[in-house]
Structure formats: structure tokens, C-alpha cells
């Protein structure tokens, strides 16, 4: 089974703060996003990258920025947290081709608190 | 840009029953994947059941099937016999033919009452 793991289920940081999620899949998946999930407003594209040390921006960009080193790792950062970017955060990965192409598979979730 | 509405936030269905859950969406393209996600209340996000547009045959998993309706750009999710389990967030989604980024829509959240 594929497997995409966050680093952590709850965080909670301070304003101004700089803070790290991370995501790791482990099926080598060339495509990995970022999404934010507020209630009522679904889930929201931030970053995506489609392969190593590439990135797109998404539809909610600002205050935000990723990093993909290795192929497996998908690092959200936030680069002075703010109380708007309080959300759950999802990471997901998913293969352009073959047969399961398009399916995302996401992680757990973390749920950020910006106090 | 691609749109998709799921015009019902809420709905509910009692165990054993069909419930069908509504999925619109706006695209030029000819070519693309629909998709329907679940999230129950522990929140990971799973795959339910993927649509080719190519395919005319509506695709079925167990007691989850579509009405894929391309003319009318609509892609409804039937749940049958409904379990308790079933209870949770469901997402319609598009996938363009690049097989990057999917577009989501709001959510219904479905309950199930026994």
C-alpha cells in the first residue's frame, strides 16, 4: 500500500514563528502537493512539485514556500506564521502515468495552531 | 480554470438505504479523471471510486457506483445499502489529463443514522 506520512498530527506555534511540515511518501511518486483544508472551503492547492528541487505555485501561495531535496520529501514551510494560517494541512503524492495515474494519495493531516 | 460544485454541504441517509451524493463540474478539455474521496472523521483522506472521461461505462467499487453524464458535465456518487461507516466528508474532484494537481469541491457531508 502507499504510504504518505506527515511528520506531525497537531502543532502549535507561536506568531512570527518559522515552521517546518513535512511529508514523506514512499511508493516514488514523481508529483507531491500541498493542500489546506478549512471547513466550508474544501481543500485549497498551496504548492506542488513534480519532480526534485521543482515547484508550482498553487491557488493560495502567499506565506508559504516548499523545498524537495530527495524525491520522497516535501517540505512545507512557513516562513513567519500568522493566526490566518491556523488549518489542517495535507500532503499528498500521486504518479503522472501508468495506471493509477492522477490518484493522490494523502497523509494524515496536520493540524496547525498559530497562537 | 477548472470548477467543481457539489451543491449539497449536507446530507444524510439511514443504514441500509441509497443515497446519492451530486458533483458538477466545468472543463474545455476532453480528456480528463473524476474522482470521489472520503474522509471520515480521522480525517485521512482515501479514495473512493475514479472515472476515465473516455470510458463511457460508469465505474463501480462494492456498494459505491457513479452516473458519469459527460454532455451534462456531471459525476454523481451512489452509496447502497449504507453502513455507519460510510459516515464522513466526501469530495468530488477533477484531474486534468497532465496528471498533475486535482481540483476539489466544497464537500458534502454525509451522515448515517441507524
Known amino acids: 500500500d502507499v504510504k504518505v506520512t506527515q511528520s506531525s498530527r497537531y502543532l502549535v506555534k507561536r506568531t512570527g514563528e518559522k515552521v517546518f511540515l513535512e511529508c514523506v511518501q514512499d511508493?516514488?511518486?514523481?508529483?507531491m502537493f500541498w493542500y489546506r483544508q478549512d471547513p466550508g472551503l474544501g481543500l485549497r492547492l498551496i504548492y506542488f512539485s513534480y519532480d526534485v528541487k521543482m515547484k508550482e505555485k498553487g491557488d493560495i501561495p502567499e506565506g508559504y514556500s516548499v523545498s524537495r531535496e530527495k524525491k520522497e520529501r516535501f517540505s512545507l514551510i512557513l516562513e513567519s506564521a500568522s493566526t490566518n494560517q491556523t488549518s489542517m494541512y495535507l500532503c499528498?503524492?500521486?504518479?503522472?502515468?501508468?495506471?493509477?495515474?492522477?490518484?493522490?494519495?494523502f497523509g494524515a493531516g496536520t493540524r496547525l495552531s498559530v497562537l | 480554470a477548472q470548477t467543481v460544485t457539489q451543491s449539497q454541504p449536507e446530507m444524510s441517509v439511514q443504514e441500509a438505504e441509497t443515497v446519492t451524493l451530486s458533483c458538477t463540474y466545468d472543463t474545455s478539455e476532453s480528456d480528463y479523471y473524476l474522482f470521489w474521496y472520503k474522509q471520515p472523521p480521522s480525517r485521512q483522506m482515501i479514495l473512493v471510486i475514479r472515472q476515465e472521461a473516455y470510458k463511457q461505462q460508469n465505474a463501480t467499487e462494492n456498494r459505491f457506483s457513479v452516473n458519469f453524464q459527460k454532455a451534462a458535465k456531471s459525476f454523481s456518487l451512489k452509496i447502497s445499502d449504507s453502513q455507519l461507516g460510510d459516515a464522513a466528508m466526501y469530495f468530488c474532484?477533477?484531474?486534468?489529463?497532465?496528471?498533475?494537481?486535482?481540483?476539489f469541491g466544497k464537500g458534502t457531508s454525509l451522515l448515517v443514522t441507524p
Open positions: 474532484a477533477y484531474g486534468g489529463n497532465s496528471g498533475y494537481a486535482l481540483n
Open positions: 511508493m516514488d511518486h514523481e508529483n
Open positions: 499528498a503524492s500521486s504518479s503522472p502515468t501508468g495506471g493509477a495515474k492522477n490518484i493522490q494519495y
